[in-house]
């Protein structure tokens, strides 16, 4: 049974605050932090101290609050209700269920296994597969960036070289502050192909042209000729990493877009978020993992090790997926394609049948990543750049789509826990 919806009110009326407060039902301080947020707009009460309120954004606030409180949208917090008590955002780009994640309906593991991570990034950003799609950095984006990029310290972490770079592009593009569909695409473009260019090479090699997967390749790899293999899995890595839903980092962009940052900067916001090892950094922590097991020839120890330290097993579990990783299944069938990559995958398979005995937990994509990267010849932290690179194409979907939603929804009330006030002035 649901509640009856109240009559509406004549549009031209005005509320006083305690009229707006009570129609609410919150308290006059609130409907203030309304005002605040822009969800509501006021007009000051002529030679009076007091603010009016129009009947018809009160009202209409009102039942948004009921729909939202009542969990029937399907999104809490900033965007609404949820039962549950997490934080969920409306969004019509990533489902994850049942051991599988979908783009906008489609099987996220599908669309990497049949198009290039560009094709899929066009899905993501626009629902519609635009075959051949590719990627082109403007000249004038990539030397400003490559400059910015070149006075980093030597020991800079992929984030910073990514997050200057973008940073670097953004002022390079008069038009940034262009929120419309068309102008955010036209970044998203520009800026994928704008920060994989303005990485430093691994290598002599570096190539600025062709499928996004090849010229990422000359910069995390010191093997100048990769096989069609090792490319394909690279390529597929980044079309499988595109989004995951609401992760941290994507939250962060998510707010950086609702107060209507430009995607610059909110692409910014994301990676200064990715750096955690337990986000986009996790790959390097099972990179290492897997160096080690190598090197010893046998897990058991290795394993013992991380568990006497009292530290969690990297690349093993995911609070998303009860079973298998789909990412992970996808990209280690790549991987048995590579003769190179034989002995990481022994080595993985050995890792996780040890740490079976302990707790069954399967492997994730971040031991998937492991093995691309160190039977690769690439840097521990190259996971990293394979997972910020691949990310920046959601995390642009992702703005776009709050760019469309009121501003400022994604401002949580805090709840405040410390000594009421008044309290005595400090001596």
């Known amino acids: 049974m649901r509640d009856q919806e109240p009559a509406p009110m004549d549009a031209e009326r005005r509320l006083s605050t305690k009229e707006a407060a009570e129609l609410l039902g919150v308290k006059p301080e609130t409907v203030y932090a309304y005002v605040s947020r822009g969800q509501l707009s006021s007009r000051r009460v002529s030679g009076g101290r007091g603010s009016t309120f129009d009947a018809g954004e009160v009202e209409a606030l009102a039942r948004r609050n009921r729909r939202d409180s009542s969990g029937g949208s399907g999104s809490g917090g900033p965007g609404g209700g949820n039962p549950g008590g997490e934080l969920s ?34 899905w993501l950003w626009t629902g519609r597969m635009l075959p051949g799609s590719t990627f082109t950095a403007p000249a004038a984006f990539v030397s400003v960036a490559r400059r910015a990029v070149e006075a980093l310290p030597e020991h800079a972490a992929p984030a910073d070289l990514l997050r200057v770079a973008t940073v670097a592009a953004a002022t390079a593009d008069p038009l940034r502050f262009d929120l419309s569909e068309d102008a955010v695409l036209g970044t998203a473009r520009t800026l994928i192909p704008t920060l994989v260019a ?18 990422l390749w000359t910069r995390l790899s010191v093997h100048k000729d990769p096989d069609e293999a090792s490319l394909r899995a690279l390529d597929a890595a980044l079309a499988l990493l595109v989004d995951h839903d609401l992760a941290a980092s994507t939250l962060a962009v998510r707010v950086a877009a609702s107060a209507r940052a430009h995607p610059y900067a909110a692409v910014s916001a994301g990676l200064g978020v990715i750096e955690g090892p337990l986000h986009g950094a996790a790959s390097g922590l099972a990179h290492r993992l897997l160096q080690d097991v190598l090197e010893q020839g046998d897990a058991a120890p290795v394993i013992a090790d991380e568990l006497r330290a009292g530290r969690r097993v990297p690349g093993l579990g ?45 492997a994730n994509v971040d031991l998937a990543l492991a093995v691309l990267t160190v039977s690769s010849g690439m840097a521990p932290t190259a996971g990293e750049t394979i997972f910020a690179v691949a990310r920046t194409a959601g995390w642009i979907a992702h703005a776009l789509e709050e760019y469309g939603e009121r501003p400022l929804r994604m401002r949580p009330s805090g709840l405040y826990a410390g000594p009421r006030p008044p309290q005595p002035l400090p001596e």
Do not use: C, K, N, W
């Open 89 to 122: 955002v409306r969004t019509r780009l990533t489902l994850i269920e049942s051991d599988r994640y979908f783009f906008r309906g489609v099987d996220a593991v599908d669309l990497a296994d049949r198009h290039t991570y560009e094709e899929v990034a066009e």
């Open 198 to 215: 303005a990485l430093p090479p691994a290598g002599h090699h570096r190539r600025d042209e062709g499928p996004m997967a090849h010229r």
């Open 318 to 362: 995911h609070r998303l997926y009860p079973g298998e990783d789909p990412r992970a299944r996808a990209l280690f069938a790549l991987l048995e394609q590579i003769p190179r990559a034989e002995p990481a995958l022994l080595a993985a398979r050995d890792i996780v049948e040890t740490t079976a005995r302990h707790a069954p937990l399967h």
